[in-house]
C-alpha cells in the first residue's frame, strides 16, 4: 500500500508557517502512515488566487473566515461533520477563543478548523506613554498631537472601517441586506476621515506586518488603534499590545475577526491518521505548547489564559482576550472578498478626496450588493 503524501499550502509569515511545518518534520511516514510538506503563499496569497483553485493543488488550505462562502459555491471543501464527531466539534467550539469556530460555519456547517486566532487590537511603543488610550476620544487626542497610524491598505481599509462601526454598536451585515447601518456609518467615517489625514503617509501602503515592523524599529509612530495582532512582535518590551478602543469604557468592542483555519481540500484521501494530527494540531496540550514554542498564535482559550505563556510572549494574549471574545465576522458570501477590496479601495479614495459620508455609504452598499448573490447568507 502506498503511503499517502499529502501536501498543504499556507503562508509566508513566522506565524502562519513555522508551527505546522515544525509538526510535519515530526512525521515519520513509516510509523505515522502518511507524509506532510507544507507550501507557503504571500500573506496577499488569500486574494491572489480562488479557493477553488487552491483546494485543486493541496490536500489541506489554510484560509480565513471571509473565504468559506466562495468554497462552498466553488465545493471544494470537506465540511468538518464529515470527518469529526458532533462532540468534537461541540468541544472546540465551546474551547477556541471567541467566534474562532462559528465564524467558518456556513450553510449549517463547518469548514475549516481554527487553528490560530487573531482579530484587530491597539499595538502601542511602551517607551512613549505609560498606558495605552483605552477609548476612540482619547485616541484622537494623541492623534491630533502626531504619531497614531491607521491600518488602511489592501483590505484594512473596509476592515478598520467595519470596527469603528461595530464599536458604535453597529456589527456588519445585521440584517442580511444592508452593509452597515447608515447613522453608525456616517459617525464612523467623521471619526476614520479625522484619524486618516494625520496618520504618516509613509505608512500608508503597509499592510499590518510592515506597520509592526516600522513600529517597532522607529519611534515616530507611537499608535495604531487597530492592527491584527500579531503575537511575534510582542517580546522584547518595545511594541505593547491592548484592547482595541471603545466609544466609551463601558461600550462593545470594535474589532473584526481574523485569524485562519485548516480547511480539508475534496482532492485530499483523507486517512484515519490524518484526521489524528489535525486533532493533535487543536489539543490543548499542543495549543499552549507546541505552537507557541514555534512562534503560532493559538485559537484555545487555555493557551491564552496560560500564565507561562503570557509571560514569554510579553502579555500579549492576556491583554487582548477581551477584543478577541467580542471581535465581529466579517461578511463570509462568495463574493465577500471582492467586496472588500472593492470597498477598501473606495473608503481611500473617499478618504483621499473628502467625500461626504453618505455619498461613500451610497457607494459601499452598491457594491455590496453588486458581489452578493441574491438570497446569499452573509
Not at 508557517?17 to 488569500?46: K, N, T
Not at 513600529?215 to 488603534?225: E, K, N, Q
Not at 472593492?342 to 453588486?370: I, K, M, T, W
Request: hydrophobic letters at 45%; glycine letters at 10%; a negative charge.
Amino acid at each position: 500500500m502506498t503511503t499517502p503524501a499529502y501536501r498543504g499550502l499556507t503562508w509566508d509569515h513566522p506565524r502562519g508557517y513555522r508551527a505546522l511545518e515544525a509538526a510535519a518534520a515530526q512525521v515519520a511516514p513509516a510509523r505515522d502512515g502518511f507524509a506532510l510538506s507544507w507550501d507557503r503563499h504571500s500573506l496577499e496569497g488569500f486574494e491572489e488566487r480562488p479557493i477553488g483553485e487552491q483546494c485543486d493543488l493541496y490536500d489541506l488550505v489554510v484560509l480565513d473566515h471571509p473565504h468559506v462562502g466562495e468554497a462552498v459555491a466553488a465545493d471544494c471543501l470537506i465540511p468538518l461533520e464529515d470527518l469529526f464527531s458532533a462532540e468534537e466539534i461541540a468541544g472546540w467550539s465551546a474551547a477556541v477563543m471567541g467566534r474562532s469556530l462559528s465564524s467558518y460555519r456556513y450553510a449549517g456547517r463547518h469548514w475549516a478548523l481554527p487553528l490560530d486566532a487573531a482579530t484587530q487590537v491597539m499595538a502601542w511603543r511602551r517607551e512613549a506613554m505609560e498606558q495605552p488610550p483605552t477609548t476612540w476620544e482619547a485616541v484622537v487626542e494623541l492623534s491630533d498631537r502626531g504619531g497614531v497610524a491607521m491600518s488602511l491598505s489592501g483590505p484594512h481599509a473596509a476592515l478598520s472601517f467595519q470596527s469603528i462601526c461595530a464599536a458604535l454598536g453597529a456589527t456588519p451585515v445585521t440584517d442580511g441586506k444592508n452593509f452597515i447601518d447608515r447613522a453608525a456609518g456616517r459617525e464612523a467615517w467623521a471619526l476614520l476621515s479625522r484619524l486618516a489625514a494625520r496618520s504618516p503617509k509613509a505608512l500608508a501602503a503597509m499592510n499590518p506586518i510592515g506597520i509592526l515592523e516600522h513600529m517597532s524599529a522607529h519611534d515616530d509612530v507611537v499608535l495604531c488603534p487597530l492592527v491584527y495582532g500579531y503575537v511575534n512582535y510582542a517580546p522584547g518590551g518595545v511594541l505593547g499590545f491592548a484592547d482595541a478602543p471603545r466609544v466609551s469604557a463601558d461600550g462593545p468592542v470594535g474589532s473584526m475577526l481574523g485569524g485562519t483555519g485548516i480547511g480539508v481540500s475534496k482532492r485530499c484521501a483523507v486517512t484515519p491518521d490524518l484526521l489524528n494530527h489535525l486533532r493533535w494540531l487543536m489539543s490543548m496540550e499542543t495549543q499552549s505548547g507546541f505552537i507557541p514554542d514555534h512562534e503560532g498564535q493559538p485559537s484555545l482559550k487555555s493557551a491564552w489564559r496560560n500564565a507561562g505563556v503570557n509571560a514569554r510572549w510579553g502579555g500579549f494574549y492576556a491583554d487582548t482576550f477581551a477584543t478577541l471574545e467580542g471581535a465581529s465576522l466579517r461578511p463570509r458570501h462568495d463574493g465577500a472578498i471582492a467586496f472588500q477590496t472593492a470597498a477598501s479601495q473606495r473608503l481611500r479614495e473617499g478618504l483621499e478626496a473628502g467625500d461626504p459620508a453618505d455619498v461613500v455609504l451610497n457607494h459601499l452598499q452598491a457594491l455590496f450588493v453588486r458581489h452578493r448573490p441574491h438570497g446569499a447568507e452573509t
